[in-house]
Structures are given as structure tokens and as C-alpha cells.
């Protein structure tokens, strides 16, 4: 009986492990491309990625450039991943969200030629809870966002009741790759 019953907690261990695993990001999410035909970007070859200097840290994203025109005027695409702690996973002192067993969104942001945020989106939610941040009016608070103020959750990005975790990461996670982009010469 101590057998079986040992057999199958491994089972539901090696389960969840495997059901919170990260998978590769999708640098060519269905709703990006849906966005850019939209725009009238009808193939990605009018997309290529930027090559970034090397003390520029974006391990989980990339960033891209539009060349082709398009009604939008994107001119810049930044797809990436962000960690967040599980719901109460983050108290550990000393570690960082990336050493933690952390869950993930994937999302994108698109920029002007200015660089300054034309939209955002999350395609690939991953965590057991704050799935409010893929709302659409939610995340309408970023447009506009250039870099030259600092985004604060509950000041100019509202709070959402139990997805703090989430709205936090993705507040900060936009401020910090809108301001490595206004850094590169481009």
C-alpha cells in the first residue's frame, strides 16, 4: 500500500512539474500577426529582429523593426516573457524571480517610430491567477507610454484585486523595455 501510494505521488509531482515547464517563446504569436495585417502588414518579411548590443538584458524577449509602412506606424515590436511569482512565492528573501519556480506570460508591445507604446498584449498566459491583465481595456493604460515619466500601479496603471502580482510585472517589465529601446541608437 506505502508503494502504490508513494507511485502515485510521484505521478502528481512529475505532473505538475511538467504542467508549469516553460515552453520556448513564440516570437510569431497568431494575435501579433492578426495586428500587423490589420495594420496591412501582410507578410513578416517586413519584420526583422534588431541585433542588441550585448549589455543589453532582455534574456526572455526580442526586439523588432517594421520596415515595411503600415496604418498603424509600428515601427518597433518588443516580444517577450515575463516571470512572476506564484501567489505567495516571492516572500523568500534572496532570491530573485528568476531563480524562483515562477510562472510566465508571454506578450508584446508595439512602439512608433517615436517609441512610444501603441499597444500591448498578452497571448500566452500561463499563471493560476491575475489572468485580468490580458483585458484589452486594461491594458490600454500603457498606450501612450513614452518613457519620459515612471509607470506606478495605483497612481497612472490601476491595481486589479487578485492579480497584484501580475499587474506589477508586466508595470514594470513595459517601463524597463520601453527605456532599453529610447537607449538604442536606431
Request: aromatic share 10%.
Amino acid at each position: 500500500m506505502k508503494i502504490k501510494s508513494g507511485i502515485v505521488l510521484i505521478a502528481i509531482l512529475l505532473s505538475t512539474c511538467l504542467a508549469f515547464a516553460q515552453s520556448e517563446l513564440n516570437f510569431q504569436p497568431k494575435a501579433l500577426v492578426k495586428t500587423l495585417e490589420k495594420s496591412g502588414i501582410e507578410e513578416l518579411s517586413g519584420v526583422e529582429e534588431l541585433t542588441l548590443p550585448d549589455d543589453a538584458c532582455t534574456s526572455k524577449g526580442k526586439y523588432f523593426l517594421v520596415t515595411e509602412k503600415n496604418e498603424n506606424e509600428y515601427r518597433y515590436i518588443y516580444i517577450g516573457r515575463v516571470n512572476s511569482c506564484r501567489a505567495g512565492g516571492c516572500s523568500v528573501e534572496h532570491e530573485s524571480v528568476e531563480t524562483l519556480d515562477s510562472e510566465y506570460f508571454d506578450y508584446y508591445i508595439l512602439f512608433d517610430e517615436h517609441k512610444t507604446v501603441k499597444a500591448v498584449n498578452v497571448f500566452n498566459y500561463q499563471a493560476t491567477h491575475g489572468y485580468e491583465i490580458t483585458a484589452k481595456g486594461w491594458l490600454k493604460q500603457f498606450i501612450g507610454f513614452n518613457g519620459s515619466d515612471s509607470l506606478k500601479v495605483d497612481k497612472n496603471i490601476d491595481a486589479i484585486s487578485g492579480a497584484t502580482i501580475s499587474v506589477y510585472a508586466i508595470t514594470a517589465d513595459v517601463e524597463n523595455k520601453t527605456a532599453l529601446l529610447k537607449k538604442l541608437q536606431l
